[in-house]
């Protein structure tokens, strides 16, 4: 009964989730964004195709409510390897150093109140003025006790897409936990579905 509920639980927030990344990527189309910032729109098309899928086998499939879980640790493995994947290649892509006006920034809230907080720059490169926040993400601690809002600080874009920047050329830990808890999910999944695809054929 518990595992039930657990399983209806899980099948609905796909649903849901399903339902959000399709808003998303519908709006990446409309604004073009994935010009800009392609491996993070291709991050958020895998969750919205993958949701997607899991959505339809969990509705037309005999058994396919007890996929949800490992299709679901395997899509959001996937997520959490290019999430951290897209940090090393900013590094690599964001090499030319200007200087920038920090404008506040932008919060994004997740599961059991945990946020994000993602900086706002204005800057000019080439002659072309941009107001854009960064890809990466900064805790309001640090925000907060290093940066003020009107001051100017060095940040590193992209000269290919100069929307497109960071502000340190340095691999945070958060980035490697990302890659190392994605492959575990990945794994994970692939061998929940090994098992149950074994135990299906097996009957």
């Known amino acids: 009964m518990v595992k039930s509920k ?4 899980m099948t609905i ?3 849901f989730l399903t339902i959000v990344f399709g808003i998303v990527c519908f709006v990446i189309m409309k604004k073009k964004r ?8 291709l991050i958020m098309f895998i969750c919205f195709i993958g949701c997607g899928i899991v959505s339809i086998l969990s509705l037309t499939l005999p058994y396919g409510e007890i996929l949800v879980y490992p299709l679901g640790a395997i899509i959001f493995g996937l997520v ?3 999430v951290g994947v897209n940090d090393l290649y900013s590094l690599l892509r964001c090499r030319e ?3 920038g006006v ?3 920034y932008n919060t994004y809230y997740g599961g059991n109140g945990i946020s994000t907080q993602s900086p706002i720059f204005e800057y000019t490169y080439n002659g072309t003025y941009y107001r854009e926040q960064t890809a990466q993400n900064i805790s309001h601690k640090r925000l907060n006790r290093s940066m003020t809002q ?6 590193y874009i992209d000269p290919k897409h100069p929307a497109v920047f960071i502000l340190a050329k340095k691999i945070k830990i958060g980035t490697i936990v990302s890659i190392i808890l994605g492959l575990f999910l990945f794994t994970g999944g692939i061998d929940s579905l090994l098992k149950f695809l074994s135990m299906l054929l097996g009957r």
Request: hydrophobic content about 45%; glycine content about 10%; charged content about 15%.
């Open 34 to 41: 994935y010009k800009v910032m392609p491996l993070i729109c």
């Open 6 to 9: 657990e399983r209806l639980g």
């Open 13 to 15: 927030l796909i649903y």
């Open 80 to 82: 959490f390897i290019l």
């Open 150 to 155: 009107g001051n100017v600080y060095s940040i």
């Open 102 to 104: 920090y404008c506040g």
């Open 97 to 99: 150093k200007v200087d």
